[in-house]
């Protein structure tokens, strides 16, 4: 019986809204713009915001400063013209038998208008209220026309009324209206099943009665915490879509906890050697993360452990360091950089470490091509390259490895998990470890990250000479000159960071190729100037990488393409042209390419004469602090989690209402209950459980293997 009803909610929910009574092929194109297709859709589509209806205030009430709602009939309207006739404002008097108030719209439609407030008619307007010449008035106020009787009209008035975000031609009142059919056609369907032991323990009301109170608040709800999505009901929902995230997340840990993996050893003979031969001793924390990587290798499960550390921390040994173990236990190491350059440049540092150990590496981009490219398959076919240094390249399904044990990646945030899967697919069960400087806080590591185990790098290397931050105004451009000419001649070197490769007339952006050649030409004569961006050749950044690696190329321009990993520690300043246009974590990232040697180092900033107030804070900040933690949680402030963390490709369920750092404490609790869940029943065949599967692989819609689950 059960079951039979759960197949029908499926196919109930999936209704295409058009069918839904009332709606049709016209509104229905109007919701798709909202990204509203089926009915389950639009039950997600949750007011933006709530209006307390329940007792309108009197015109006469209304106070100026305040946002107030009321209601009233249109007395006058019509254009009204201001500064000698050269501004046109149209105009409606409201009045109620207790006062009048005037609403204005300074553009828009005038027919439109017109043809909408006509004398006579009632309406309900809000906003915030003003004085002006002794009168009280409203800018573009939210308006409804109240046709019928108002008395009888319980939708839209003597409740607390829910406000949606309006698209052209689907106005509020249809919106409540059809909100309303459907809420009453189809909410009983929604489910979520989760355990009632939870449900209690929790205080969580019933599913679909969340969706109903949301919608439409019954008597007594808190306007203020249905505006700040804090009421039961939304809550409710909130702690579904957590628990579910967080559901998977437990049993692809647990899943990989369960899987047999490599038990390698480490002895690790070739490991000392390296230590041996390196110029410096790892850290207090550098160690300690390779002991824990050391107890994961020789465990008989597969390691899925990521290191954070800030940039510079000096992960890329840790790494090495891993891939040693690895080889030596006869398997195959791969590390995937997200970027070609970035690639490249681990291939020639590790190389270079490498090749006295007698390690065979290789270097597998996109730009390996034709016959090489097959020669290069071949080795890491048969077995032959023991390291594989590349890009996305190594993901390649033609790319067939001998025996990989290790999948290392780089900068994780540029990956999502659905990549990793993808390594990890190319051996048996290869040990796992990702690298990221992006430190977030703890409770936002074990959401996207949930499924790993973390270590943290949180020691700078000794000696590190601190970086000096400043901004510069573009007037300031010979000074900024000088700064880098007397770095240079001093010995350093220097990097000139640009937005973009090709000048774009509209974005007024300097094109890295124009100003090398200008720098070059007239600014700095003396020296040797490289440029490096997205579009030249890879054989050819080698070249220029290589130049400056040696000091030949003293100041290199180049755009974000050196953003990640790039290690020069002779360079001490960087300028960054058109710094308002990036986001902060890459002002980071760019930032820790310098100051790696043992030269102080300055980090100048140069800004536009317009940038925004947002684009001020953002270098403020980077003036403030060179800590990466501090700086991560200003740029999830400022930009939202879904932009920080590249959450639609990063192979996460969306999340409709959740908002991870709004929502954390339940985040928090709905994990801890998701967690218990597996522990108690991994296999999830409790009969409490059921249904907690079929929930899943829809959210998961296929971004996790549940074959461990059966
Ligand atoms: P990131 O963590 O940003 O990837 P890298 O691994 O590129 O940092 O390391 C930055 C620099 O610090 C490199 O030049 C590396 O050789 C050096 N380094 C790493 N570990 C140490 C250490 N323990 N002592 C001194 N220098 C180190
Ligand atoms: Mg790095």
Redesign the pocket.
Same mark, same amino acid.
């Given at each position: 019986m059960e079951r039979l009803s759960t197949f029908h909610f499926k196919n109930r929910l999936l209704t295409p809204i058009q069918y839904v009574k009332g709606v049709g092929p016209k509104l229905a194109k109007l919701f798709e713009k909202k990204g509203i297709l089926t009915v389950e859709d639009a039950l997600y589509f949750l007011p933006r915001c709530y209006e307390d209806r329940s007792h309108l205030k009197k015109i006469s009430e209304l106070k100026a400063g305040r946002k107030e709602t009321s209601f009233g009939e249109i007395l006058l309207s019509g254009v009204a013209f201001y500064q000698n006739k050269r501004k046109r404002v149209f105009e409606v008097v409201v009045g109620d038998g207790s006062g009048t108030i005037t609403l204005k719209w300074f553009r828009g439609n005038e027919r439109y208008l017109r043809e909408r407030f006509k004398k006579g008619r009632q309406l309900i307007f809000s906003g915030e209220v003003r004085w002006f010449n002794y009168q009280r008035e409203i800018h573009h106020p939210d308006v409804e026309i109240v046709d019928g009787d108002m008395e009888k009209d319980y939708l839209n008035f003597k409740r607390i009324v829910p406000i949606y975000s309006e698209t052209e031609g689907l106005y509020q009142r249809t919106l409540r209206r059809l909100m309303k059919t459907i809420l009453d056609g189809y909410a009983d369907e929604l489910s979520s099943p989760i355990p009632r032991e939870i449900v209690e323990r929790q205080d969580l009301i019933n599913f679909s009665e969340a969706f109903r109170r949301v919608h439409f608040p019954p008597e007594g709800e808190s306007i203020d915490a249905l505006n700040l999505q804090r009421s039961d009901g939304h809550r409710r929902i909130i702690f579904d879509e957590f628990f579910f995230l967080e559901l998977g997340m437990g049993l692809k840990k647990r899943g990989v906890a369960l899987e047999t993996g490599i038990s390698f050893k480490t002895d690790g003979v070739l490991v000392q050697r390296l230590l041996n031969h390196l110029s410096?001793?790892?850290?207090r924390a550098?160690e300690m993360v390779l002991a824990e990587i050391k107890e994961d290798l020789e465990k008989p499960h597969p390691m899925n452990r990521l290191i954070q550390?800030? +940039?510079?921390?000096?992960?890329? +040994?840790v790494a090495l360091l891993t891939c040693l173990y690895v080889v030596e236990s006869g398997y195959q190491a791969a590390i995937m950089a997200p970027t070609e350059v970035l690639a490249e440049q681990h291939f020639l540092n590790l190389h270079r470490w490498l090749e006295p150990l007698g390690v065979k590496v290789a270097l597998l981009t996109s730009s390996v091509k034709g016959s090489e490219k097959e020669d290069l398959y071949q080795r890491i076919g048969n077995g032959d390259v023991q390291l594989v240094i590349g890009t996305h390249a190594v993901i390649q399904e033609a790319v067939e490895f001998n025996r990989l044990g290790l999948a290392i990646i780089d900068e994780q945030h540029k990956f999502g998990v659905v990549q990793r899967g993808l390594l990890k697919k190319k051996g048996g069960n290869p040990d796992v470890l990702v690298?990221t400087?992006t430190p977030i806080p703890r409770t936002l590591a074990m959401t996207i990250y949930g499924d790993l185990d973390v270590s943290l790098?949180d020691e700078m =290397? =000794?000696?590190r000479m601190p970086v000096e931050t400043k901004v510069f105004p573009e007037p300031a451009r010979a000074k900024v000159y000088r700064i880098v000419e007397e770095e240079v001649r001093k010995g350093r070197q220097a990097f000139i960071v640009y937005p973009l490769v090709e000048e774009s007339e509209k974005l007024d952006l300097r094109d890295a190729t124009r100003m090398a050649d200008h720098l070059q030409k007239e600014v700095f004569p003396d020296f040797r100037i490289g440029l490096l961006h997205g579009r030249i050749k890879s054989d050819e950044k080698e070249a220029i990488m290589m130049e400056f690696k040696e000091g030949k190329i003293q100041i290199l321009v180049a755009t974000t393409v050196i953003e990640v990993?790039i290690?020069i =520690?002779n360079a001490s300043v960087m300028v960054v042209e058109h710094a308002e246009r990036f986001g902060l974590s890459q002002l980071h990232q760019l930032r820790?390419r310098i100051g790696?040697g043992r030269y102080p180092s300055k980090c100048i900033l140069l800004a536009q004469y317009r940038s925004s107030e947002e684009a001020k804070v953002r270098l403020r900040a980077m003036e403030k602090t060179t800590d990466g933690f501090k700086i991560a949680e200003e740029d999830l402030a400022l930009r939202g989690p879904g932009e920080f963390f590249g959450i639609r490709q990063s192979g996460l369920p969306d999340f409709r209402v959740a908002h991870i750092i709004r929502d954390t404490p339940i985040l928090i609790e709905a994990r801890k209950e998701a967690f218990r869940v597996i522990r108690e029943d991994p296999e999830l065949v409790h009969p409490s459980h059921a249904g907690l599967k079929g929930i899943l692989v829809k959210r998961w819609k296929g971004r996790m293997e549940l074959a461990t689950i059966g």
């Open positions: 410096f001793k790892l850290t550098q550390g800030d +940039v510079g921390s000096g992960k890329t +040994v690298m400087a790098i =290397p =000794p000696g990993g290690d =520690p820790g790696r």
